[in-house]
């Protein structure tokens, strides 16, 4: 079975500075995908970032970058100069290369304060 | 286009009445979800359609009948809901089978069950 966890279920960062949550799972496989989404208040849920369990390199995009230990099955994502936009639920997801379904976490709820 | 369309927005419905929640996606993708979603928690699998085939259903009551008339479209038909079935249903597509493997989501239908 797979599970994800997110420990940090609400988090506050002021406006610029750098924010990490943290995700750690669960699993058995070796071939997989992490994802983090962003789903901002009455929003629409988005995807930040997409990290594949076989590349060593860390993912960036922009502002997100992820902290990927696979031996640790750690999958952090870190925010910089963050923005009053950035305010939303935060749910770190699993998926295995063979399946089409997702496993999520909690979520963290991520309140940027100006 | 990297669009989900859901509808409708909202919907009140009654414990006797019978509706219907549309998806659709113009993306080519085939794969195919239906999420529950509580406020401030993370989105709950129901069902997942595979090349218009379901192909996961996460023991989700009677009362939910999903349909996958084509490729491009998710129907899921409510009746004798509950007031605990009060949720936001979210959809969702992937390609499915090849990557990029995420989900992309539509900005979901809030249902309330009085």
């Known amino acids: 079975a797979q599970t994800v966890t997110q420990s940090q279920p609400e988090m506050s960062v002021q406006e610029a500075e750098t924010v990490t949550l943290s995700c750690t799972y669960d699993t058995s496989e070796n071939n997989y995908y992490l994802f983090w989404y962003k789903q901002p208040p009455s929003r629409q849920m988005i995807l930040v970032i997409r990290q594949e369990a076989y590349k060593q390199q860390n993912a960036t995009e922009n502002r997100f970058s992820v902290n990927f230990q696979k031996a640790a099955k750690s999958f952090s994502l870190k925010i910089s100069d963050s923005q009053l936009g950035d305010t939303a639920m935060y749910f770190c997801?699993?998926?295995?290369?063979?399946?089409?379904?997702?496993?999520f976490g909690t979520g963290t709820s991520l309140t940027v304060i100006p | 286009d990297t669009e989900v369309t859901q509808t409708p927005k909202h919907l009140v419905m009654g414990m006797t009445n019978k509706k219907s929640l549309k998806c659709e996606q113009h993306?080519?993708?085939?794969?195919m979800y239906w999420y529950k979603q509580k406020a401030k928690k993370p989105p709950e699998l129901m069902f997942v359609?595979?090349?218009?085939?379901?192909?996961i259903n996460e023991s989700v009551p009677s009362r939910f009948s999903p349909e996958c008339p084509n490729s491009s479209l998710l129907n899921l038909h409510l009746h004798a809901l509950q007031p605990e079935d009060s949720a936001l249903y979210l959809c969702a597509s992937s390609h499915g089978q090849k990557h990029p493997y995420e989900q992309y989501f539509g900005p979901g239908t809030r249902l309330t069950v009085t």
């Open positions: 359609y595979s090349y218009e085939k379901l192909s």
């Open positions: 997801a699993f998926m295995i290369f063979t399946g089409n379904q997702f496993y």
């Open positions: 993306m080519g993708h085939r794969a």
